[in-house]
């Protein structure tokens, strides 16, 4: 993790004192940064949104989707990476589904802010 120096004095110490112990560490910061990479793109953000409406295999996500089985297969490994999304096998189909609750959430708070 980099250490820089600002180019400016501290205004009010105590108010950076107060707030400094609270911020999460770099690790941490450098993790969501990443989640919200994963999560800031539109075909990715529609396939958790298809999948929080129900659990679906590839092809029926590439047909919702208008896309390549090929492309969702792609999106889905990423999401799937980055623990967004999980895998079940039945038979010969591969069923997806949110992680769990906490993406639903996220995507339900940030299409509220969205429509403010």
Known sequence: M???KT???AYNI???NKVKPN???MRVLYELSDFFKVMGDSTRIQLLW???ESEMCVSDLAVLLNMTKS???HQLKVLRTAKLVKA???GKNVYYSLDDTHIKD???KALEHVME
């Open 2 to 4: 980099e250490n820089r």
């Open 88 to 90: 079940v096998k039945t």
């Open 14 to 16: 105590e108010l950076i």
């Open 106 to 108: 996220i995507l339900e």
């Open 50 to 52: 298809a999948l929080e």
């Open 23 to 25: 911020m999460p560490e």
């Open 7 to 9: 180019d400016c004095e």
């Open 71 to 73: 492309a969702v297969s």
